[in-house]
């Protein structure tokens, strides 16, 4: 692993490492789609995306959404990794439950996933950062039952935990609870993180395998500027998993990454600036 927090690049004229990202556009340019992209080139990576909502955002938050026909989704998948491949894949907003299943089942088709060829990284988006719903209250239990059990790593924000577990993860004993919930649901490994847990002033991540618990714990970082943080550690981690990373590995190695990108964060707009992944190409 690269004390740089580079990895390894394709010489000019030869194919990177391919990833997938199925997720939202956003607007502003500081979620979704738009800062998995911006991770994937500047880690290195060609970025193959399946685009499941259109939303209508900016730096103070949704003012609403368009979805993408589930068939779409589906065949948006199926048209790039038939074609191009991938060495690994993420999910974002999904919006509904028929396109979480039209998406469950590409990957099913397609050896994406847990146990299959093509590792898969689940960002459950239920909520923007602002709150405005991004997730079909009705969709949780197909998000439970069909993506989930999927998934080679769950990275939930502990608002998400919440609503898919019940846990409300107010300390390290309730984050533990919570991992053992997520893995009981069916995920390879669960990733419980700490940005949201406000009481500390550093950001404890937990990860946990069914039996063995990883901390990643990093100085909480005093910035507002924090839209797409979660996207940006997902994205981090499936551009690790591409290129062969253990969990354990690829998630240190988002979590140095996201911390780079919070400490860069800038100001956007009136609301919520984003992270900022550029520092790469201004660092000395």
């Known amino acids: 692993m690269s004390d740089d927090l580079g990895l390894p690049t394709a010489a000019p004229g030869v194919t990177p490492a391919r990833v997938l990202t199925i997720a939202g556009s956003d607007s502003g340019g500081g979620a979704g789609i738009q800062a998995d992209m911006r991770t994937f080139a500047l880690l290195g990576l060609h970025a193959c995306v399946a685009v499941t909502a259109v939303t209508v955002q900016n730096s103070l938050g949704v003012q609403g959404f368009q979805e993408i026909e589930p068939e779409t989704v589906a065949a948006q998948i199926h048209s790039v990794v038939t074609d191009i491949g991938v060495g690994a894949a993420k999910t974002g907003m999904l919006a509904s439950a028929p396109i979480i299943e039209a998406v469950a089942d590409a990957c099913i088709d397609l050896g994406i996933g847990r146990d299959r060829g093509v590792p898969l990284v689940v960002d459950p988006v239920c ?32 608002d998400e935990v919440r609503l898919i577990t019940g846990i409300d993860v107010v300390d390290a004993t309730s984050q533990r609870a919570a991992a053992h919930a997520l893995h009981d649901l069916g995920a390879l490994w669960a990733l419980v993180k700490g940005g949201h847990l406000r009481s500390s002033d550093h950001s404890p991540d937990l990860l946990f395998d069914g039996d063995e618990f ?24 499936a551009s690790a998993l591409a290129h062969g990373y253990s969990v354990p590995d690829a998630v240190s190695f988002a979590k140095r990454w996201v911390t780079r990108g919070l400490e860069s964060a800038y100001p956007l707009g009136a609301g919520h600036g984003p992270v900022n992944p550029l520092w790469r190409v201004t660092a000395p």
Not at 132 to 155: N, S
Not at 222 to 232: E, F, K, P, Q, S
């Open 127 to 158: 909520a923007s950062m602002h709150g405005d719903a991004l997730l079909a209250t009705e969709a949780l239990d197909t998000l439970r039952t069909r993506l989930i059990p999927l998934a080679t790593v769950v990275t939930p924000n502990l």
């Open 214 to 237: 990883h901390e990643f714990v990093h100085p909480r970082i005093a910035t507002t500027h924090d839209h797409g943080a979660g996207d940006t550690l997902a994205a981090a981690i």
